[in-house]
């Protein structure tokens, strides 16, 4: 069984600042990444990171935010630096890891961290 904890939510001013962290308990993944939802919104693609180290983001966090990974024997670590942070940024980030287990493509997530950008 899989495991992410996820870590960094909170309350940011706008223009302010946050770095999330989900630590997996999986040394072999095809990508890790990051998504979010609003209130009342579907679940969005935010930003991933492949295995290789290549990265792909939304368009409305690319300059603003970076994801980055640290790998540890079997573990590994996503960061996803955010900056200029903006209201509409607002929601639950979700990290996400891609793997292949048993011949099975599949996805695990974490529980969810609030961001919250307010004045």
């Known amino acids: 069984q899989v495991q992410l904890v996820e870590s960094g939510g909170g309350l940011v001013q706008p223009g302010g600042s946050l770095r999330l962290s989900c630590a997996a308990s999986?040394?072999?993944?095809?990508?890790m990444g990051w998504y979010r939802q609003a209130p009342g919104k579907q679940r969005e693609l935010v930003a991933t990171?492949?295995?290789?180290?290549?990265?792909?983001?939304a368009d409305f966090v690319k300059g603003r935010f970076t994801i980055t990974i640290s790998k540890d024997n079997a573990k590994n670590t996503v960061y996803l630096q955010m900056n200029s942070l903006k209201p509409e940024d607002t929601g639950v980030y979700y990290c996400?890891?891609?793997?292949?287990?048993?011949?099975?493509?599949?996805?695990?997530w974490g529980q969810g961290t609030q961001v919250t950008v307010s004045s």
């Open positions: 990171i492949a295995s290789g180290g290549s990265t792909n983001y």
């Open positions: 996400n890891l891609h793997y292949r287990r048993l011949g099975v493509t599949t996805d695990a």
């Open positions: 999986r040394s072999t993944f095809y990508s």
